[in-house]
């Protein structure tokens, strides 16, 4: 992410944060989860950013609820700035992919948290069609489920497993030799189940595709 934002000459700045909060409020712990949106909050109101960008569609989703979560006009002001990475990258910027031939046939998995949780869904589509050497191929069901729902899939296994099993058939389906997405939870879990099921399909964070555009 770093190397995308420099490559586009933007200053960026990293102020001491916590957690985004949504593991505690997953468990039912409210009180944990505001005490680290209001810490969350002052660092990067003191930071004095203009945005608040996200490669995690599970914490960009979580931000956004701190306006209703602490109610306070900076909670408010916070969450306003909070972006996704590909909608960054593709509404806010004049994005400019690398030079670099990348040669592969990728498929793109909705996240629950970005694509109904944010609604960003065209974002990445368009970035992954404007990189050098790439073919987008479309995947039927793309904003079904993977399984994992954050940690669903510790606490039922089989259950997630099976929910992934038609993502996979779905990936494979698509003829494409990467799939990629915006939920380090979904690449986990996909991962997972395409080791599992011995499908030659690579797993990979729409950043990390990018990258390699500059030759990362």
């Not at 945005?51 to 209703?68: K, N, P, Q, R, V």
């Not at 990348?102 to 990189?131: F, M, W």
């Amino acid at each position: 992410v770093l190397e995308i934002l420099r490559n586009h000459s933007l200053e960026v700045v990293i102020p001491e944060q916590w957690c985004c909060g949504i593991p505690a409020l997953a468990s039912g712990d409210e009180g944990s989860t505001v005490q680290l949106a209001k810490k969350n909050i002052k660092a990067f109101q003191e930071a004095g950013v203009d945005y608040i960008i996200t490669d995690c569609a599970s914490c960009g989703s979580m931000l956004h609820e701190y306006a209703d979560l602490v109610g306070s006009s900076d909670a408010h002001s916070f969450a306003d700035k909070v972006v996704d990475l590909s909608q960054f990258l593709s509404e806010v910027i004049d994005f400019m992919p690398g030079d670099k031939e990348i040669g592969c046939e990728v498929t793109y998995h909705d996240p629950c948290h970005l694509n109904r949780g944010q609604g960003v869904r065209e974002a990445p589509r368009k970035l992954i069609r404007s990189l050098p050497g790439v073919i987008f191929k479309e995947m039927k069901e793309a904003d079904r489920c993977c399984g994992a729902a954050g940690s669903f899939n510790l606490t039922y296994y089989d259950l997630a497993r099976k929910v992934g099993h038609r993502k996979v058939c779905n990936i494979k389906d698509t003829g494409a030799n990467v799939v990629t997405t915006e939920c380090p939870s979904c690449i986990m879990q996909i991962r997972h189940l395409i080791e599992m099921e011995q499908v030659p399909v690579e797993v990979t964070h729409l950043a990390e595709l990018i990258s390699k555009s500059y030759g990362g």
